[in-house]
């Protein structure tokens, strides 16, 4: 059964009419939605972080239970010479083949006159750029002796300013004083919270001549069960492999929890939200009660008008929406977190927004029904009276 609804126009006015309650419940519905989109963003960001990480084309044998444990990993150093000598299908060009022997361990980096603070180091040969195919150097040169090279979001992950870690600055580790002689980036993927510096220079400084890894990439007609059946043969070694894709997938596994609590944050932040938004809109039906009833009298029904205050609160969190959109996108999308596997940036992606929309819109939907349903049960007459 059809029936008459309110005009359009008649919830638009109404929102103009109390401007100060009006603009107090979009501060409050903003704010939540914008601490909504944070969250959201960290967890995008956390998982783009992860997923970009890994070519789909490329291995890494790492020491025999070691698991997803890099830093604790160590193999002779021959063993980035029996691999492509032993390996068939490992990817070559110009006689090169891709495999790049890394030293990777995360140790205590003093950035001008800070403190300390645990960053992340690899030591590369010059290969790693045929096997780390979204490196891209955009300032400065490859690393010499002495000099280091620097990934996009080291300065985050150590808590320094940009400024302190640009090309011909110094950092310190390993007891050795080191030049920044480039910046470069990696597609967004976890390499980009590193540093970087030659292979030869890094065990001289640690005194060791073991490596943490061997990365390799496979040619597309390459069998990774070749590289399997290799570290299983070679006992000597203690070796094991996974695909690269394969590493970093175990390592969105091991942070499950921490997007189950985001998610947990999430839900809280609706939650809350909508306490809010009931109470927002229950101050405000309560104090047209003669109004609602004078609408019954000339012929609306209970339901249209209903209807109309929920319009007003949708329309609420609809601009509400726009403009934690807006706000989150000019200044928290792009912005880096320092995390335990390094940093990352938050995203406030299309998912993001989805999501970030969906919760204002049900704010603003949920929270108003409780307080307009309670209020249209007054009678009629008993509404008219009221002041």
Same mark, same amino acid.
């Given at each position: 059964?059809?029936?008459?609804?309110?005009?359009?126009?008649?919830?638009?006015?109404?929102? +103009?009419?109390?401007?100060?309650?009006?603009? *107090?419940?979009?501060?409050?519905?903003?704010?939540?939605?914008?601490?909504?989109?944070?969250?959201?963003?960290?967890?995008?960001?956390?998982?783009?972080?992860?997923?970009?990480?890994?070519?789909?084309?490329?291995?890494?044998? %790492?020491?025999?239970?070691?698991?997803?444990?890099?830093?604790?990993?160590?193999?002779?150093?021959? /063993?980035?010479? *029996?691999?492509?000598?032993?390996?068939?299908? $490992?990817?070559?060009?110009?006689?090169?083949?891709?495999?790049?022997?890394?030293?990777?361990?995360?140790?205590?980096?003093?950035?001008?006159?800070?403190?300390?603070?645990?960053? %992340?180091?690899?030591?590369? /040969?010059?290969?790693?750029? *045929?096997?780390?195919?979204?490196?891209?150097?955009?300032?400065?040169?490859?690393?010499?002796?002495?000099?280091?090279?620097?990934?996009?979001?080291?300065?985050?992950?150590?808590? @320094?300013? !940009?400024?302190?870690?640009? !090309?011909?600055?110094?950092?310190?580790?390993?007891?050795?004083?080191?030049? $920044?002689?480039? $910046?470069?980036?990696?597609?967004?993927?976890?390499?980009?919270?590193?540093?970087?510096?030659?292979?030869?220079?890094?065990?001289?400084?640690?005194?060791?001549?073991?490596?943490? %890894?061997?990365?390799?990439? *496979?040619?597309?007609?390459?069998?990774?069960?070749?590289?399997?059946?290799?570290?299983?043969?070679?006992?000597?070694?203690?070796?094991?492999?996974?695909?690269?894709? @394969?590493?970093?997938?175990?390592?969105?596994?091991?942070?499950?929890?921490?997007?189950?609590?985001?998610?947990?944050?999430?839900? %809280?932040?609706?939650?809350?939200?909508?306490?809010?938004?009931?109470?927002?809109?229950?101050?405000?039906?309560?104090?047209?009660?003669?109004?609602? @009833?004078?609408?019954?009298?000339?012929?609306?029904?209970?339901?249209?008008?209903?209807?109309?205050?929920?319009?007003?609160?949708?329309?609420?969190?609809?601009?509400?929406?726009?403009?934690?959109?807006? +706000?989150?996108?000019?200044?928290?999308?792009?912005?880096?977190?320092?995390?335990?596997?390094? @940093? +990352?940036?938050?995203?406030?992606?299309?998912?993001?927004?989805?999501?970030?929309?969906?919760?204002?819109?049900?704010?603003?939907?949920?929270?108003?029904?409780?307080? !307009?349903?309670?209020?249209?049960?007054?009678? $009629?007459?008993?509404?008219?009276?009221?002041?």
């Amino acid at each position: 059964m059809f029936f008459r609804l309110l005009p359009w126009e008649y919830a638009i006015r109404n929102l +103009f009419r109390r401007r100060l309650r009006t603009a *107090l419940t979009l501060v409050g519905l903003t704010t939540v939605v914008v601490l909504v989109f944070v969250v959201v963003g960290f967890i995008r960001g956390l998982e783009r972080s992860l997923s970009v990480s890994g070519d789909p084309q490329a291995a890494v044998i %790492l020491s025999l239970g070691m698991g997803e444990n890099l830093e604790y990993s160590s193999i002779p150093m021959r /063993t980035s010479g *029996l691999v492509p000598a032993s390996v068939a299908g $490992i990817e070559e060009r110009f006689g090169q083949k891709f495999v790049s022997p890394e030293l990777y361990l995360g140790t205590q980096v003093r950035v001008g006159s800070r403190k300390p603070s645990m960053g %992340l180091v690899r030591g590369v /040969t010059r290969p790693a750029v *045929l096997v780390r195919k979204s490196l891209d150097i955009f300032e400065g040169d490859w690393p010499r002796p002495g000099e280091v090279l620097v990934g996009r979001l080291a300065a985050a992950k150590l808590g @320094a300013s !940009v400024e302190e870690m640009a !090309v011909g600055k110094s950092v310190r580790l390993e007891g050795q004083t080191w030049e $920044i002689s480039g $910046i470069f980036s990696a597609g967004g993927s976890a390499f980009e919270s590193e540093i970087w510096c030659r292979l030869d220079s890094l065990q001289q400084a640690m005194k060791r001549q073991d490596l943490s %890894l061997v990365a390799v990439t *496979l040619a597309q007609k390459g069998d990774f069960a070749d590289l399997d059946l290799f570290c299983k043969e070679r006992l000597d070694l203690e070796l094991q492999t996974m695909r690269e894709r @394969a590493y970093y997938a175990s390592l969105q596994k091991d942070y499950a929890p921490i997007r189950s609590l985001a998610w947990l944050v999430v839900t %809280l932040l609706a939650g809350a939200g909508i306490f809010a938004g009931m109470n927002t809109m229950y101050g405000s039906v309560v104090g047209r009660t003669s109004e609602l @009833a004078a609408l019954q009298t000339i012929g609306f029904s209970r339901r249209a008008i209903a209807v109309s205050l929920i319009q007003e609160g949708l329309l609420l969190a609809a601009a509400s929406s726009l403009l934690a959109a807006f +706000f989150s996108l000019v200044f928290i999308n792009g912005m880096t977190v320092r995390f335990t596997m390094g @940093a +990352f940036a938050l995203r406030v992606d299309n998912v993001a927004i989805l999501i970030g929309c969906g919760v204002s819109l049900m704010l603003g939907f949920l929270g108003g029904i409780y307080p !307009v349903f309670r209020a249209l049960r007054m009678p $009629i007459v008993e509404g008219l009276k009221a002041v």
